[in-house]
């Protein structure tokens, strides 16, 4: 009972010293980005606009208190003593290079909304979006450099290729109907877990963690990744616009097929498999009305899809806690099991 | 005369040291872009038709040799062994920045011809180049950190935001009919000089030289990038698109002023000023025909803005020769010399 006590503690701790982290981290994200040129500096503004939950960052620090060497032994109070000013920055590089690909994304999905505000080619057309993605890659390697660590800078560049990669894998797939799961995983491996399994592996190299606490974070942060990008899919299909905080559809809409679909399409009979096939095809075109993406969620729960990729997502994420046993049993582990959690329990 | 005919030997030499090393950067360039993913592969190949005159490996090899502490005491046929392979990866670093810029660039300029060839946003759409330019910033920085400086890693990271800033600042002037040569130099010192001027200054880095010829060296590829880029602008108002190898007339297509027209606003008197603006404008249009733009070159011609343009890029030329003073009397320094005479000196 004391010891409950104790954690639940150490968990409020663990939340200030983040919260206090994160304020710094967009302090140093705002700083390195700000420009000399007025406007330069009213274009990049726009970009505060586009900030979220910074998963991210709150991994490289979560990771760094999870799996510092002195962890375990450190009392609460003194935790904040466990981050350094490397975990700042290295941080801010990773929200950096996770913004400069929202900004593309926007170009690419000629999306209208985000994060509940309007896109910045939207706002100021497709070359100003292009640029300040440019600018933010830019930044981030830019800062990246500051941290004077090799095996940081060659992380962040390792990753950054395989996003792209797994940007031009998506868009070589799209429209294709026969599209298989092993593909749709390489796809947001790529796209999406690297990055996050990369911040986790920075939060561990900044912290002095052993190798085996390093390797730890960067498998639970590859499926937190994973389960987390099904949940962006799922939602993409069946949530709200005003919930969500970004145009929904647009994976139909730009005919990209993710897990629920790829589902579907493989386990239902012909007949239906033909059916289904001509209502995604309704719903792929690019004015599609609403009933067509209904039609289309009708389908996919006629054989469970929607239910089996939250399945999927679900064993990600108890994969993602069980990568962090070796680690000693602390409040910032806890934070990272709760950040697990929230990322397939989530409307947005 | 001995003498003569020997720094005539010794260009052959940086010539062959120069052919041999730019095969080298080439193959850098290849295998560091090659993917395992052969949907990726093929698009990235295409990148290989951009391949122009390789000025930044010129002058990151060239930059190297002419400013190598033993420069000048090297005979000929041992100059190959001043250039290391940081050279070859730091010329393959500016080659692939600068390849991303020229990708994106297509996508902004919405171009159909680069280098005689069809542009990647042409062949596969503007979203296959954005993503394939981002594919090249991330690549040029992973293999940038193999060159473990932190010193090459921040040149790199601050030019390529330099590079960003440049843009945006261009875009925001577009269609401003105010812009003056201050602002004008200002937009092509950040997104041409800078790079070429890194190229120059991490050849010279990488050469071991000394802090006076690193900056004489950033100093000579500044004022060279500058008076390139003035080439490139007055081309794409009076070169032919069959001989320069790229689309032209773009820029006043795209409402972008160029210091010919920015020289011959300025110049003209207030009749003439009003009339050319009317002229500017009908060019400016996104289905302009031939004439419009014919009837702004001949406006320029008479208050003499093309060749105000042309005397202030061999001006530029004579100030970046004119930064080797300090450097020894090799083959090399020759070897930039004679860059710095071709970039004004060219028709493509």
């Known amino acids: 009972m004391i010891d409950a006590v104790r954690r639940f503690e150490g968990f409020e701790e663990v939340q200030r010293v983040m919260a206090c982290a994160l304020e710094r981290v967009r302090d140093r994200f705002d700083s390195h980005l700000a420009s000399d040129l007025p406007a330069v500096d009213r274009l990049v503004r726009h970009v505060e606009h586009y900030r979220g939950k910074m998963l991210r960052p709150m991994l490289v620090i979560a990771g760094g208190l999870a799996t510092h060497p002195q962890a375990a032994t450190t009392p609460g109070e003194s935790l904040g003593s466990l981050i350094g000013d490397d975990h700042i920055t290295a941080a801010a590089v990773c929200e950096m290079v996770h913004m400069a690909t929202l900004v593309h994304d926007d170009v690419l999905d000629e999306a209208d909304v985000r994060r509940g505000g309007r896109t910045v080619s939207r706002l100021h057309g497709n070359e100003a ?14 800062l990246c450099s500051q941290l004077d660590s090799q095996r940081s800078a060659l992380l962040i ?13 998506q868009l070589h797939h799209r429209g294709d109907y026969s599209i298989d799961e092993a593909t749709y995983f390489e796809i947001i491996r790529r796209k999406t877990g690297a990055l996050i399994a990369a911040s986790g592996e920075l939060g561990a190299m900044h912290a002095g963690a052993s190798p085996e606490a390093a390797r730890a ?17 799922v939602l993409d299909l069946i949530g709200r616009e005003d919930v969500v905080g970004k145009s929904v559809g647009r994976d139909l809409a730009k005919s990209k097929l993710t897990l629920p679909v790829i589902h579907h399409l493989a386990s239902a009979d012909a007949v239906e498999r033909g059916r289904s096939l001509a209502a995604i095809d309704d719903a792929c075109r690019e004015d599609a009305p609403p009933e067509a993406s209904r039609a289309v969620r009708q389908r996919l729960d006629a054989t469970g899809s929607i239910a089996h990729a939250r399945t999927v997502a679900g064993a990600l994420v108890a994969q993602a806690r069980a990568a962090l046993d070796p680690l000693a049993p602390t409040a910032a582990r806890e934070a990272l099991f709760a950040m697990a959690d929230a990322a397939v329990d989530r409307a947005r």
């Not at 640029?131 to 933010?136: H, K, V």
């Open 217 to 233: 974070m960067a498998w639970f942060g590859s499926r937190l990744g994973l389960a987390f990008q099904i949940q962006d899919d």
């Open 157 to 169: 560049g390792r990753v950054s290729m395989e996003m792209c990669s797994g940007e031009l894998l």
């Open 129 to 142: 979006a292009v640029i300040l993605g440019d600018l933010l890659i830019a930044s981030a390697y830019h």
